[in-house]
C-alpha cells in the first residue's frame, strides 16, 4: 500500500508516477518516502535543466514537497534530507525561487549544515560548479555518494526512512 504522503506527490506529480513504480520494484515493495524524495529530487532536478517550459510540472512537485514539508517534523526532516540533501547545490540555487517558504527554511538549514569555515581573507573564491559526467550535468562526487549509498543499503538490507 502507498504511503498517504507518496500519493499525494504522486497526485501532484503525475509525471514521476513511472520512476516510483521503478523504485517500488527495485526495492521489492515500498522504497520509503527517503528513497523515494531522493528519486524526486533527481526528477526536479532534471526538469529545472530541460529547455522547454518545466515550470507547470515543477511548480507542482515543488508544491507537493512545500505541502509535505508543513505537514510536521518527521516530514519537515524527510523533506530537507531525502530530498534538499540529494540535489547538488547549484540544482538548490537555481530552484530556490520556486520553493515554498517552509521548503526555503529547510534548505538554509541543509545549506548551513554542510557549509565549510568561510575562507580566509584574499582567498580566491571557488568555482561556481564543479565538473560534471559527461553528458549526464551530475557531478561526479554526488552521482558516486548516491550510487555508494545505495548500493550500501541494499547490501545492508537496511530500509529507508518511511
Given at each position: 500500500m502507498i504511503d498517504a504522503?507518496?500519493?499525494?506527490?504522486?497526485?501532484?506529480?503525475?509525471?514521476?508516477?513511472?520512476?516510483?513504480?521503478?523504485?517500488?520494484?527495485?526495492?521489492?515493495?515500498?522504497?520509503?518516502?527517503?528513497a523515494a524524495l531522493t528519486e524526486l529530487a533527481d526528477y526536479v532536478a532534471e526538469l529545472s535543466r530541460q529547455v522547454d517550459d518545466p515550470l507547470p510540472a515543477l511548480r507542482r512537485c515543488l508544491g507537493a514537497v512545500e505541502g509535505l514539508a508543513g505537514r510536521g517534523d518527521d516530514e519537515a526532516e524527510?523533506?530537507?534530507?531525502g530530498f534538499l540533501d540529494s540535489l547538488h547545490p547549484d540544482e538548490r540555487r537555481r530552484l530556490t525561487r520556486w520553493l515554498g517558504p517552509r521548503t526555503r527554511d529547510l534548505l538554509a538549514e541543509v545549506d548551513?549544515?554542510?557549509?565549510?569555515?568561510?575562507?580566509?581573507?584574499?582567498?580566491?573564491?571557488?568555482?561556481?560548479?564543479?565538473?560534471?559526467?559527461?553528458?549526464?550535468?551530475?557531478?561526479?562526487?554526488?552521482?558516486?555518494?548516491?550510487?555508494?549509498?545505495?548500493?550500501?543499503?541494499?547490501?545492508?538490507?537496511?530500509?529507508?526512512?518511511?
Open positions: 504522503r507518496m500519493g499525494e506527490l504522486l497526485a501532484a506529480a503525475p509525471d514521476f508516477a513511472p520512476r516510483y513504480l521503478r523504485l517500488v520494484e527495485e526495492g521489492d515493495g515500498d522504497p520509503g518516502m527517503a524527510l523533506v530537507a534530507w548551513g549544515s554542510e557549509g565549510a569555515p568561510d575562507p580566509p581573507d584574499g582567498a580566491p573564491d571557488p568555482p561556481e560548479a564543479g565538473p560534471e559526467v559527461a553528458g549526464t550535468g551530475a557531478h561526479p562526487a554526488r552521482t558516486q555518494d548516491r550510487a555508494g549509498s545505495t548500493a550500501a543499503r541494499k547490501a545492508s538490507g537496511a530500509s529507508s526512512i518511511g
